[in-house]
Structures are given as structure tokens and as C-alpha cells.
């Protein structure tokens, strides 16, 4: 199968849906406020794209670990001292 036409193809199986916008509308379906027919589409897209599927991984594990940061405002020099932290991670 040439790849023009297996990009034909997944073109047409998704809908047009692109991996843009795959990236574009994940929040609308990890939110829920997604329509049912692009619903549809986004998981046709994700049935043949890997590198979709890892992505929608990695936004779902940064929504799980940043819910575990406590709500409290860190402490001046908390904060002072990772912003060294990283400046200097930078440096090397």
C-alpha cells in the first residue's frame, strides 16, 4: 500500500481528523463537552495512531499528577530555591 494511500485512507476513516487536531481538541474529550460525532472521530483517530494514543497518555498522567500538588501557596523561599534549582540544571 502506497503512503499517499494509506494516508487517504486514515484521512478518510477519521474524518479528517488530524494529529493537530487531535492536539487541539483533547481537552474537550478529557473534559467530556465533546460532540458524539467527534467523539467518533477522535477514537478512529486514536485506533490508528500510536503516537496520538501516547499523547493522550502523557495529558492524562500530567491531569493525574498535578491534582496531587497540594492547593497551598508555596513559601518565598521554596520558591527561591527552585527557581536556583532549575536555572542551574539549565547551566549544565
Not at 49 to 63: F, G, P, V
Amino acid at each position: 500500500m502506497s503512503h499517499s494511500f494509506k494516508d487517504h485512507l486514515l484521512a478518510y476513516m477519521t474524518g479528517n481528523l488530524s494529529c493537530q487536531n487531535v492536539a487541539e481538541i483533547v481537552t474537550e474529550y478529557l473534559e467530556g463537552t465533546m460532540s458524539w460525532t467527534t467523539w467518533i472521530r477522535f477514537h478512529m483517530h486514536l485506533g490508528f495512531c500510536r503516537s496520538c494514543r501516547n499523547y493522550l497518555r502523557q495529558m492524562k498522567y500530567t491531569i493525574q499528577t498535578l491534582r496531587q500538588l497540594p492547593s497551598e501557596p508555596i513559601s518565598p523561599e521554596v520558591r527561591e530555591e527552585l527557581l536556583r534549582r532549575f536555572r542551574d540544571w539549565k547551566k549544565t
